[in-house]
């Protein structure tokens, strides 16, 4: 796929490397995110097809298939696997216990038992961590509230399967609780449980919804934007893909960032560094993207002290 030359941290040794990477979503739904690693390898020295070779699964947002795919993957006896989101860390952990692991993004990766400690992850998976802590979705509430003053009462649009994740719905009903809202909890197990979702925070007169970061939500992220553009429910989302597909807004990390940091863990450990002895990164910096038009379209006056933060505004 690429024809460059070798990076001068590269080590020229002749080996092909095996590289796995599995997603729950879609291959056509993340690729900025494969372009974003493959980017990161590239500038490390690790060209597609000479030094390197890449076996990529997709679950196509079927998380029931993970557990197969990560099972292919280890018999296919990859140098090491490349992972994103709480489901596919999970179904890696179950498949090997030898095999580095590097986590593109993962939340609570304590929390959720995938590692002992931030600083020394203690077994075969390190990698990224894409927030700080759960208390990050509650700003997001806060965020909405901001913007849609009169949002009483406010969906929280999560996936209860994966692991860790009530620890981020519980944020979020704190920060309720802090700001005078009601929260509704809707429950998604699955893409094809979207417009009921909605059918139910319609019944109960939401007026504001957020979304948790879930690979699910992420594939099915037009969808979901068309949703509450249809219902007209202003929505703040964790990643700014959500927004650039035409949602309101967003806050959280740059997931493709994260992927393409993750070549850096692939790089050391494949010369030999034990993700062990790694520390996982946390992000120091986020992302708070707004959509002008699609708040114009819901009649939205975006304060100055929210536009004053964004990173990015759409026009």
């Given at each position: 796929?690429?024809?460059?030359?070798?990076?001068?941290?590269?080590?020229?040794?002749?080996?092909?490397?095996?590289?796995?990477?599995?997603?729950?979503?879609?291959?056509?739904?993340?690729?900025?995110?494969?372009?974003?690693?493959?980017?990161?390898?590239?500038?490390?020295?690790?060209?597609?097809?000479?030094?390197?070779?890449?076996?990529?699964?997709?679950?196509?947002?079927?998380?029931?298939?993970?557990?197969?795919?990560?099972?292919?993957?280890?018999?296919?006896?990859?140098?090491?696997?490349?992972?994103?989101?709480?489901?596919?860390?999970?179904?890696?952990?179950?498949?090997?216990?030898?095999?580095?692991?590097?986590?593109?993004v993962s939340r609570d990766p304590v929390g959720s038992g995938f590692i002992a400690s931030l600083a020394r992850p203690g077994g075969n998976i390190t990698g990224l961590a894409n927030d700080?802590?759960?208390?990050?979705?509650?700003?997001?509430?806060?965020?909405?509230?901001?913007?849609?003053?009169?949002?009483?009462?406010?969906?929280?649009?999560?996936?209860?399967?994966?692991?860790?994740?009530?620890i981020y719905k519980n944020a979020v009903e704190t920060a309720a609780r802090n700001l005078g809202v009601t929260l509704q909890s809707v429950e998604i197990r699955a893409e094809n449980e979207f417009e009921s979702a909605f059918a139910a925070m319609i019944r109960e007169r939401a007026n504001g919804v957020?979304?948790?970061?879930?690979?699910?939500?992420?594939g099915s992220r037009s969808q979901l934007v068309r949703l509450a553009g249809r219902h007209r429910l202003p929505t703040v989302y964790v990643q700014r893909e959500f927004v650039e597909a035409g949602g309101l807004m967003s806050y959280g990390g740059n997931l493709a960032y994260q992927f393409r940091r993750a070549a850096v863990y692939v790089d050391k450990i494949l010369k030999g560094a034990k993700p062990a002895d790694l520390p996982v990164e946390q992000p120091t910096q986020f992302d708070l993207v707004v959509n002008m038009r699609t708040a114009k379209d819901l009649g939205i006056k975006i304060p100055n002290s929210v536009l004053a933060l964004a990173t990015k505004v759409i026009e």
């Amino acid at each position: 796929m690429f024809a460059a030359p070798l990076a001068a941290g590269a080590q020229p040794n002749g080996k092909v490397y095996r590289i796995g990477f599995i997603q729950t979503a879609p291959r056509k739904e993340i690729g900025h995110l494969i372009k974003s690693l493959d980017d990161g390898l590239r500038e490390l020295g690790y060209v597609e097809g000479r030094n390197v070779v890449f076996e990529r699964r997709f679950a196509d947002g079927k998380q029931e298939r993970l557990a197969a795919l990560a099972v292919e993957l280890v018999k296919l006896k990859v140098d090491i696997i490349v992972t994103g989101s709480n489901p596919v860390i999970a179904a890696v952990r179950q498949a090997t216990a030898t095999i580095p692991v590097v986590m593109a993004v993962s939340r609570d990766p304590v929390g959720s038992g995938f590692i002992a400690s931030l600083a020394r992850p203690g077994g075969n998976i390190t990698g990224l961590a894409n927030d700080p802590a759960p208390e990050i979705m509650g700003k997001n509430l806060e965020l909405l509230k901001e913007v849609v003053p009169r949002a009483s009462r406010v969906a929280l649009l999560w996936n209860p399967v994966p692991a860790g994740a009530a620890i981020y719905k519980n944020a979020v009903e704190t920060a309720a609780r802090n700001l005078g809202v009601t929260l509704q909890s809707v429950e998604i197990r699955a893409e094809n449980e979207f417009e009921s979702a909605f059918a139910a925070m319609i019944r109960e007169r939401a007026n504001g919804v957020v979304v948790t970061s879930d690979p699910i939500f992420l594939g099915s992220r037009s969808q979901l934007v068309r949703l509450a553009g249809r219902h007209r429910l202003p929505t703040v989302y964790v990643q700014r893909e959500f927004v650039e597909a035409g949602g309101l807004m967003s806050y959280g990390g740059n997931l493709a960032y994260q992927f393409r940091r993750a070549a850096v863990y692939v790089d050391k450990i494949l010369k030999g560094a034990k993700p062990a002895d790694l520390p996982v990164e946390q992000p120091t910096q986020f992302d708070l993207v707004v959509n002008m038009r699609t708040a114009k379209d819901l009649g939205i006056k975006i304060p100055n002290s929210v536009l004053a933060l964004a990173t990015k505004v759409i026009e």
